[in-house]
């Protein structure tokens, strides 16, 4: 009996070994010093980015007292972190670096992972879950569509600006609207056109009537699998929520 006992004990004290080692194994970038916000290992921000986050991160930190860091990394598997998700990691180095204060636990990581292809904000527990909505925003509208086109400082300087307008209670910048949307528009406009004179013309035997009713059907089913897929954006880490994305 005394055998089977001392075997539960040390089955027991090497599954938590095995468990916990991997977070002791990982390392994380060096944080930076007092003159910059941002640590890019994988060469993503040019000179006029990397310039550009320091004013904006440096402006935000003297006027509001909010810690805004950008940190880019090739990959997490580069930091023994091939494991882990994006927000893990992220979650993780915020703790490590301890951005924001205990008192005052408002500080924003900006995470980019290039060759995992993924990015993520996290958010300090001060924030809550009351920004998740508008981070994800961020990240959807203002960091991915240039991450996309491998325009990687750019989508990064866009992220940082979105963000320091939701730590200052700003409106969120607009994503400019891509050259094809205004044919999309007049394409649209043609269409209702053509329609209407096709349904006034021929009434319900021209191709109006058949065009509306395909439009119905995919409504229908596109509204049915709408309804039937749950999901969000967001989530827990440091307490405070933020956003994922990947392209």
Known sequence: MKRWKNLFWVTLGLA??????????????DKPGRDSFYSDEASLL????????????????????????VVTVISLADHDAAGQTIEGFAYDLF????????RRNYGILILVSKN???????????????????AEEVMRDSILPHFRRGDYSQGIMRGVEGM??????LELPKAKAPWWAIWVQIGFV?????????????????????????????LFFLLR??????????????GGGGASGSW
């Open 46 to 69: 040019n000179e006029i980015g990397g310039k550009r986050v320091n004013e904006i991160c440096w402006a935000l930190w003297k006027k509001q007292k909010i810690p805004l860091y």
């Open 190 to 218: 043609a269409l209702v056109i053509g329609v209407a004179y096709s349904l006034f013309k021929s009434g319900h035997t021209g191709w109006g009537w058949a065009f509306l009713a395909g439009i119905g059907i995919l």
């Open 164 to 169: 320091n307008a939701l730590a200052r209670g």
């Open 95 to 102: 703790n490590a670096w301890g951005i924001g204060s205990q």
């Open 225 to 238: 699998a709408a309804a039937s897929s749950g999901g969000g954006m967001g989530g827990g880490s440091s």
């Open 16 to 29: 938590v070994c095995a468990s916990v080692a991997p977070a002791f194994a990982v390392k994380f970038p």
């Open 116 to 134: 995992d292809r993924k990015a993520r904000i996290e958010l300090g527990s001060g924030w809550g879950h009351k920004h998740d909505y508008q």
